[in-house]
């Protein structure tokens, strides 16, 4: 190995040192807040975003006024294709089962229930990148109101 080669080969070793001291030095020792996006959410507004689902693009066999369903049991929305990588924003003051396909090629169907947190309802963020058929349930079998929302 020349004498060059190996000059290069120690400053690519130093400079990995220093980035992985660097990243060490200013990390953070709490395990973080999602709600937090910080460099995360700037690369996104970079990038352009993900964005979310135009309420008027989903359709529902449950009753809908405006954009809140009420939900009897269960119903099921068709959200159209977003023609890219897109999030339906589900909003209720109550618990609500979900049951929605997996984005890109996975065969699976990703089920939950979601429960309030700290008095500000009930969210679920379902990622779309094709049409698909979202499956909406109450607890119990009551009737629960949802919302589509944009945020």
Do not use: Y
Not at 20 to 42: E, K, L, M, N, T
Not at 51 to 65: E, I, N, S
Not at 112 to 128: F, K, S, Y
């Amino acid at each position: 190995m020349s004498g060059r080669r190996k000059l290069l080969l120690a400053a690519v070793a130093v400079l990995l040192v220093v980035f992985f001291v660097v990243a060490v030095g200013v990390g953070r020792a709490d395990r973080g807040d999602p709600a937090d996006g910080g460099a995360v959410r700037w690369l996104g507004r970079l990038a352009g975003g993900s964005g979310t689902v135009d309420p008027a693009t989903v359709r529902a066999d449950c009753d809908r006024t405006g954009d809140v369903l009420t939900v009897v049991g269960g119903c099921v929305l068709r959200v159209d294709d977003p023609g890219s990588l897109r999030t339906l924003v589900l909003r209720s003051p109550a618990a609500f089962t979900v049951a929605a396909p997996a984005p890109g090629d996975a065969e699976l169907t990703v089920r939950d229930e979601v429960t309030p947190a700290d008095g500000d309802g009930a969210v679920a963020r379902i990622t779309v990148d094709r049409a698909a058929e979202v499956g909406l349930g109450c607890p119990g079998g009551v009737t629960c109101t949802v919302t589509i929302a944009t945020n």
